[in-house]
């Protein structure tokens, strides 16, 4: 039996939250769907989910900006948050307030009785309650793990995405890519339009697609995109849309995602009528802070969220698209399930120095291991290299203490890249004053 939960504010139910189920990740979908099932979470707005290693974030921004263009109202959920909670749910472009949290969640506690929820179940369902309240036309939900066992999976998808899909989490989802694929492609539905956007995707998210009879669509094959200096077209089983916009989102992978998005939207053409001018406007509008986000002035500042091998090697391909910089500083703090070693290795000659910084939580790492697996990996990647002097690293208690450390090494003309979690980039932008 799970004690009910009394709480005033928004920060004392998160705190509760955190503490009601014994496990922070619990896989499964039985418990949430018995409290949904008291909920009344029916809607006939149409439902988009997400799934996928890396891209997750940015393809539901894209949609999101491109269905505000075109004068839907629409809910997105993303998660985990930056700063504030309040950034995981959205309604026609502004973040839930307190207050509607809060009644959500009280709805939610009486709805669930004796049954324990985790953190992301209990807050998941709160949002989705929170949606069918509004007169939405489209929700857009992001999957937080997986997608076979998580819970936002409970919603049956009018159009499921698949982004890209690497190694992450291997704890809960597998070691390999098939195995981590299959476990996403639970998100297809049978009969519905099922968007792959990973350009080598694993066989699993095919052979599955196939299996339940959804309507796949594959990137390089039922939808494409090409491009020149000025502008991009993409096209998709039979349509094109020409003379495109880069989208605003800056980095390598995000045309990537953008083509993604732009199939989902093909694909629910019947549903949700979309005019060129939208999909242009909503491509230069989308924004996801901790994305290959750039901060104004000298020194250059990125922030990326990066937290596993593939993203660490789209940072660096992004990085190195950026022109010389005489030095550039890691402020970095990841937790400590990540495949660490494969993205130091990945990112280790990027930078000159490493900042490490201790994370809290059970899954945080502290600053001196962090430090001590670094200097592991740079002493295997400079072996055969006698002559290029290897990268100082140093330990932080917090990512505003390594920042601030780096930000008083730097000159003008370098630059300082913040990366790991969401932590660390939360916690520089609050540093920084830009919360």
């Known amino acids: 039996m799970s004690a009910s939960i009394q709480a005033q504010t928004l920060p004392e139910w998160l705190e509760q939250l955190e503490q009601m189920h014994p496990q922070k990740i619990d896989l499964g979908l039985d418990r949430v769907r018995a409290v949904a099932a008291n909920l009344g979470l029916d809607s006939s707005a149409i439902k988009i989910v997400v799934a996928g290693t890396n891209g997750k974030g940015s393809t539901c921004a894209m949609l999101e900006a491109i ?161 020149d200096r000025q502008q991009w077209a993409f096209a998709a089983r039979g349509r094109r849309r020409n003379a495109l916009g880069y989208p605003g989102l800056r980095g390598a992978n995000q045309l990537l ?94 930078f000159d120095a490493w900042y490490c910084a201790t994370l809290p939580g059970e899954r945080g790492l502290s600053g001196q291991a962090l430090k001590e697996r670094v200097e592991a990996q740079l002493a295997l990647d400079f072996a055969d290299k006698p002559n290029e002097p290897v990268p100082e690293v140093l330990i932080f208690d917090s990512p505003a203490q390594a920042f601030e450390a780096a930000s008083q090494k730097v000159t003008v003309n370098d630059r300082i890249v913040a990366f790991g979690s969401f932590i660390t980039v939360g916690e520089v932008l609050v540093h920084l004053g830009r919360d």
Not at 112 to 132: C, K, N, P, V
Not at 146 to 164: E, K, M, P, Q, Y
Not at 315 to 334: E, Q
């Open 67 to 227: 269905l505000l263009s075109a004068g839907y109202r629409v809910g997105v959920y993303t998660s985990p948050h930056l700063i504030h909670f309040n950034e995981r749910a959205r309604i026609n472009g502004e973040s839930a307030t307190d207050a509607q949290f809060l009644q959500a969640f009280e709805v939610v506690e009486k709805a669930r009785g004796d049954t324990s929820l985790t953190y992301f179940e209990f807050t998941t369902l709160a949002i989705l309650w929170l949606f069918a309240q509004e007169s939405l036309d489209a929700w857009v939900l992001e999957v937080g793990l997986g997608g076979r066992l998580d819970a936002v999976n409970l919603v049956d998808a009018d159009c499921a995405i698949v982004t890209s899909i690497d190694i992450d989490h291997t704890d809960w989802l597998g070691a390999d890519r098939e195995t981590i694929g299959l476990e996403k492609a639970h998100v297809f539905r049978p009969g519905k339009p099922a968007i792959c956007a990973d350009p080598q995707p694993p066989e699993s998210v095919i052979e599955y697609a196939k299996s339940i009879g959804a309507d796949l669509w594959v990137q390089g094959q039922d939808f494409n995109y090409s491009g």
């Open 257 to 350: 995602n953008a083509s993604g998005a732009l199939a989902a939207i093909e694909a629910l053409r019947d549903q949700l009528m979309v005019p060129q001018q939208a999909v242009r406007l909503g491509l230069l509008q989308a924004k996801v802070p901790g994305r290959f986000q750039f901060l104004p002035g000298q020194p250059a500042i990125v922030l990326d969220v990066a937290h596993n091998p593939h993203a660490a090697a789209v940072l660096d391909k992004n990085l190195a698209g950026m022109g010389f910089f005489p030095y550039t500083y890691a402020v970095f703090g990841i937790l400590g399930d990540k495949d660490i070693e494969q993205v130091v290795h990945t990112l280790s000659k990027r």
